[in-house]
C-alpha cells in the first residue's frame, strides 16, 4: 500500500525555536496533504490542508503564522512550528490520500512527536 | 457539525475473548464511515470502511456494520490475539468533504 513518512519522529527544542516537520509520500504523489494535531487521550483534531502549488488551508482556530505550512512538490510537505512554547508540545501527524482512491482512502504519517521546553 | 463519540479505554481482554468498540456519530447527510488502527510507534492504517447504510465492513477478524436508525458502527471481533492491541479509532466523512472527523481513539490491551 501507499506509505507516508513524517522526519523527525521525535524532537525536543528549546521555548521560543522553531521546528520543521516532514511529510512525504513515497511512492504515490499527492497534491492535497492534511496535518493533524493529537494531544493524550484526545482525538486527531485537523490543523490544516497543504496544497500542492497554492496556500494551504488553516482550520479555525490555528493560527496560520504560527504553524507555517508549505507544500514544495507533490511528495512533500513541511509544518514548521514557528517560535515554540510548551504548548505546542503534542503529537503531529500527517496524512495524505493515494490517487485514484478519492478521498476515501487517507495514509497517515507516523507521527512526530514534539516536546518545547 | 460532525462528531464522533468512542467507548472510553483502555479496554483489557484475554487472547481469544470476543471485542466490541462502540462508536456512535453524529452527521447530516450520509457520511462514510471507518476503522483505523494504530499499532505502537506507527501511523494509522485502515482497518475497515463502510460507505452506505447496512454496508458491513471486515478485515482481519474485525467487522463493523454502518447502522443508520442507530448512528452506530462498532466495531466487534470474535476472538482476539495479543497482535491486536493497539489504538483503534472511529472515523467519518461526510458527503461533500474531503477531511475525516475522528473519535478519541480507544485502546485495547490483549493479555496471553
Redesign the interface.
Known sequence: GAV?S?HPSWVICKSGTSVKIECRSLDFQAT?M?WYRQFP????M?MA?SNEGSKATYEQGVEKDKFLINHASLTLSTLTVTSAHPEDSSFY?C?A?STGTG?????????TRLTVL | GNS?TQMEGPVTLSEEAFLTINCTYTATGYP?LFW?VQYP??????LL?A?KADDKGSNKGFEATYRKETTSFHLEKGSVQVSDSAVY?CAL?NSG????T????TMLLVSP
Open positions: 507516508v513524517q492535497t492534511f487521550k484526545q482525538s486527531l485537523l490542508t501527524i496524512s490520500p478521498y476515501n482512502e487517507q495514509f497517515f504519517g507516523p507521527g | 464522533v462514510s483505523y510507534g506507527e501511523g494509522l492504517q485502515l470502511k460507505t479509532f466523512l468533504y474531503s477531511t475525516l475522528f473519535g478519541k481513539g
